[in-house]
């Protein structure tokens, strides 16, 4: 399988290289710039028990940070952790291989050097590759019965002390970082969002924050997303964390994840950008727990929670949206993956790439939703 095939299938495929980054664990000499370094903080694991690994690339022009999520699914049973059944899970379970570095700039424009529409494009860039099937957020060892010839599946949703290693790591090789960008899409705009308080207080170096979650919407749980956050939170032991978790946060409701944020950090900017059309994102929300909607039952239910959500970001003077219609790739699912082209609301003559340059800019900048587009996805 070609790269750009497994991209698609999973935004998170491995590949062939002959000359893998330097290894480096912790405290590495920051002397190369433009070079993709490894970081492999002891004790860290995947779903399958191997070792965890991150991806540094330094900047010699630019103090500032950012920190990109991989995306990849996620999974809370046997038959999603395992990909048996036909069940959609998650990425990389059995590790993250020295040359994965390679997908950074497919994976999200923020990672690229060479996209002049990247904000980030000069700055120190982190890349947090996806292997937990929890969103980058798990504290649990589980394992789950195989049933019949099937082993049991002993999987380590380690993603909590993965993010906190890398802020570890983050906060003693930084000592001036003006702005820090976390973002990431799909089970990584979840990840940039949930673990948004541990990086912004565990870094202290960082003088103004941001946050752009793509495609993970954290929704309130009043909507229809409640029977995945009870799921999730069951299997990935969340009520661990909840004593590290924003004041104002309540794992009976987890969209307040969004209003906490914004009470604990007035001065940042925080803001999500997903497609009104979404049938990536929307299926692991609702497929398994409505007994598998045909697509439109589906969206209606991703666009009543997409309401709650702008109500509720409607509270807070600094959280934003950016939310389009539809995109002809990948499902319409992630606004950022590959570029920002294509990422537009045309009626307010507003593109992605721009949204996001005022935004991390300090720019004024509007939360839009685009209207339903006639002759895109079969709209009349």
């Not at 082993?151 to 909590?160: A, I, V």
Request: net charge negative; aromatic share 12%; with cysteine.
């Amino acid at each position: 399988m070609n790269r750009l095939a497994a991209l698609a299938l999973l935004l998170v495929a491995c590949g062939d290289n002959s000359t893998p980054p330097e290894d480096q664990v912790l405290n590495p000499v920051r002397d190369q710039y433009d070079t993709w370094i490894k970081v492999e903080p002891p004790g860290i694991v995947c779903g399958n028990n191997t070792p965890y690994k991150f991806f540094v690339n330094y900047s010699d022009k630019r103090d500032n940070l950012v920190v990109v999520y991989e995306p990849g699914g996620a999974c809370w049973d046997y038959d999603s952790c395992a990909g048996r059944n036909g069940i959609r899970g998650a990425a990389n379970p059995d590790g993250i291989p020295d040359d994965h570095w390679e997908l950074a700039p497919f994976i999200s424009p923020f990672l690229s050097r060479f996209d002049e529409t990247n904000p980030s494009r000069d700055w120190n860039m982190i890349y947090m590759p996806y292997c937990t099937g929890d969103v980058h957020t798990g504290a649990a060892t589980v394992t789950y019965p195989g049933g019949g010839s099937d082993p049991d599946l002993e999987f380590h949703h380690d993603g909590h002390a993965a993010t906190l290693a890398a802020v570890a790591w983050i906060d003693e090789n930084f000592t001036h970082v003006p702005k820090f960008l976390a973002t990431g899409c799909s089970a990584g705009g979840v990840g940039s969002i949930v673990n948004y308080r541990f990086l912004r207080n565990g870094v202290h170096a960082i003088e103004k924050g941001y946050l752009l979650d793509d495609s993970g919407p954290v929704f309130p749980s009043s909507g229809y997303s409640q029977p995945m956050h009870a799921m999730i939170r069951a299997a990935w032991n969340l009520d661990s964390l909840l004593p590290e978790l924003p004041a104002g946060f309540h794992l009976d409701d987890m969209g307040s994840i969004n209003t906490a944020l914004a009470d604990e950090f007035p001065h940042d900017r925080l803001a999500t950008t997903f497609f009104r059309r979404d049938m990536d994102f929307s299926l692991y929300s609702y497929e398994r727990f409505y007994n598998f909607p045909p697509k439109e039952e589906t969206l209606r239910m991703w666009n009543a929670d997409t309401q709650l959500l702008v109500d509720e970001y409607a509270t807070r003077d600094n959280l934003s949206y950016f939310i389009p219609y539809y995109r002809n790739i990948n499902d319409s699912h992630c606004t950022t993956v590959l570029n920002f082209a294509g990422s537009d609301i045309e009626e307010r003559d507003m593109t992605l790439a721009q949204w996001v340059n005022d935004f991390v800019g300090d720019k004024p900048i509007e939360s839009m939703i685009e209207a339903p587009v006639s002759g895109e996805d079969g709209t009349p």
